[in-house]
């Protein structure tokens, strides 16, 4: 990024209080910020899935409200962060109104500052930027943990294909709710 650019800031909970898949097409090309110790890291978002809600079979919410869920529940613009395969974190961002339980999953980033790391998948992207249970329900609001609009936009084109690793949700499987952005090399799987 040049020094020029301008300061980044969080985007408006306006922004989450939308459609999940038109933040999830949105949420392409903005710069997730994560500031540990003084030390800003950012990524650009190049990869991201929808799960629409209660009624979606792939997603966590499906199975109701439960400790593990009570943040998707909750109001947009939060992080939903929980382990998958008992080794990884993963990050949802909360959208739509409070009690949907509707959210986007960040797929993948391609690093743009002090950030170390493959990046492409959930669980690298999360290990890469220190995000853990402890952003569980975290405000994306906050001056630590937020995504922002970058410095200069960027024209791309978005390519859409069923999500990764839900076959157990039936149609819910094939339809076409992972977005990422054409030819870009931290897309997790093409």
């Given at each position: 990024?040049?020094?020029?650019?301008?300061?980044?800031r969080?985007?408006?909970?306006?922004?989450?209080?939308?459609?999940?898949?038109?933040?999830?097409?949105e949420?392409?090309?903005?710069?997730l910020v994560h500031?540990?110790?003084?030390?800003?890291?950012?990524g650009?978002?190049?990869?991201?899935?929808?799960?629409?809600?209660?009624?979606?079979?792939?997603?966590?919410?499906?199975?109701?409200r439960?400790?593990?869920?009570?943040?998707?529940?909750g109001?947009?613009?939060?992080?939903?962060?929980?382990?998958?395969?008992?080794?990884?974190?993963?990050?949802?961002?909360v959208?739509?109104?409070?009690?949907?339980?509707?959210?986007?999953?960040?797929?993948?980033?391609?690093?743009?500052?002090?950030?170390?790391?493959?990046c492409?998948?959930?669980?690298?992207?999360?290990r890469?930027?220190?995000?853990?249970?402890?952003?569980?329900?975290?405000?994306?609001?906050?001056a630590?943990?937020?995504?922002?609009?970058?410095?200069?936009?960027?024209?791309?084109?978005?390519?859409?294909?069923?999500?990764?690793?839900?076959?157990?949700?039936?149609?819910?499987?094939?339809?076409?709710?992972?977005?990422y952005?054409?030819?870009?090399?931290?897309?997790?799987?093409?």
């Open positions: 990024m040049p020094a020029s650019t301008p300061a980044l969080p985007l408006p909970r306006s922004f989450y209080a939308r459609d999940t898949q038109i933040v999830a097409r949420l392409l090309g903005m710069y500031i540990v110790d003084g030390v800003e890291q950012v650009r978002i190049v990869e991201t899935e929808a799960y629409l809600g209660e009624h979606d079979r792939a997603a966590h919410s499906s199975r109701g439960t400790a593990r869920t009570e943040a998707m529940f109001p947009p613009g939060h992080a939903y962060v929980y382990m998958i395969y008992g080794i990884h974190y993963s990050m949802n961002v959208t739509e109104r409070e009690g949907h339980a509707s959210g986007v999953l960040l797929r993948a980033i391609e690093p743009v500052r002090n950030i170390e790391g493959r492409s998948g959930p669980g690298l992207l999360c890469a930027l220190g995000i853990d249970r402890r952003h569980y329900g975290h405000d994306l609001l906050s630590d943990l937020y995504i922002s609009l970058p410095g200069r936009p960027e024209r791309f084109t978005i390519v859409r294909r069923p999500r990764v690793g839900v076959h157990y949700a039936g149609v819910w499987a094939r339809r076409l709710l992972r977005f952005i054409k030819g870009n090399p931290h897309v997790s799987r093409r």
